[in-house]
């Protein structure tokens, strides 16, 4: 399961999308995700999600790794799914049982929600996997400059986000081993009760912890001895350019947010 997870990963390639300026991928995430926000019937799902297809085909990413990174959060889809299922009200019940009852309503929600969340993991996926954790900083640094006038730490935000995206793979894969070797000791995860499975999982917390600040100390050291001063005064050895495949992506994706909206407005299923 761990090794499922593909948030924070890079997956290297020279596709046009791999090659586009990081600030276009954040921004045409973003608008990604305020069409999925925004959207109000499963036209405009479908739209997105035939549109997060292409950008999977023309970034070479396939299919399969992308469904294989969807299972660790099947367990919170299925939960949202059963809880808009049972607690929705409408007058068009199917079932019931006691105080719950399933109806039309219910299940066009539980629908909505779980495609909805699938398709934001989907769009973070696809920006983490198509940009290093070195052009994500160097975006979102050059994305949060205008809040400098305001006192807004840009570059150490921006440096902080990227740590975090970079070293969960990192955490994965040591918690991978932290869990082998624990089971090798005669650690049992998954038999019993949910308090017995609870204090199973104390060996393996206190090392992942314990080797999570001593990577922390590590980074932060090796930080220090290359004299690390934060943003100010410091060059690119690749200074960030918009080309004209960034502004035709930015302007494809702003026609996507147009047409949800359009649906949205003409109430189209």
């Known amino acids: 399961m761990l090794n499922n997870i593909s948030i924070g990963q890079y997956f290297p390639g020279d596709s046009i999308i791999h090659k586009l300026d990081p600030r276009t991928k954040i921004l045409f995430t973003l608008m990604f995700i305020v069409s999925i926000f925004i959207s109000k019937g499963f036209l405009c799902f479908f739209l997105i999600a035939a549109f ?7 970034s070479k990413i396939s299919l399969k790794f992308i469904v ?3 299972k660790p959060i099947l367990f919170i889809v299925a939960f949202t799914f059963l809880l808009n299922l049972f607690l929705s009200s409408g007058d068009d019940v199917i079932v019931k049982w006691g105080v719950l009852s399933i109806t039309f309503t219910g299940i066009r ?6 495609v909805r969340l699938i398709l934001l993991v989907t769009c973070t996926q696809l920006l ?4 290093s954790p070195i052009q994500l900083t160097d975006g979102l640094e050059r994305l949060f400059t205008p ?10 935000l921006a440096m902080m986000m990227s740590i975090a995206l970079r070293f969960i793979p990192t955490l994965i894969e040591e918690t991978d081993k932290i869990t082998k070797a624990q089971k090798a000791r005669g650690a049992d995860f998954e038999s019993g009760g949910v308090i017995k499975r609870v204090k199973a999982m104390i060996p393996l ?5 314990v080797g999570a600040f001593r990577r922390a100390d590590e ?9 690390y001063r934060g943003g100010t005064g410091r060059t690119k050895m690749r200074p960030l350019t918009y080309r004209k495949a960034d502004y035709c992506a930015f302007g494809i994706s702003f026609m996507l947010l147009l047409v949800v909206i359009a649906l949205n407005i003409l109430n189209v299923f």
């Open 52 to 58: 997060a297809y292409l950008c999977m085909r023309i």
């Open 147 to 156: 809040f400098k006038k305001i006192g807004f730490p840009a570059h150490e």
């Open 128 to 131: 983490t996997l198509t940009t």
């Open 68 to 70: 294989r990174g969807l």
């Open 205 to 209: 917390l206190v090392p992942l912890f």
């Open 109 to 114: 929600n539980a629908l909505f929600m779980a």
């Open 219 to 227: 980074l932060a050291m090796a930080m220090e001895a290359r004299c």
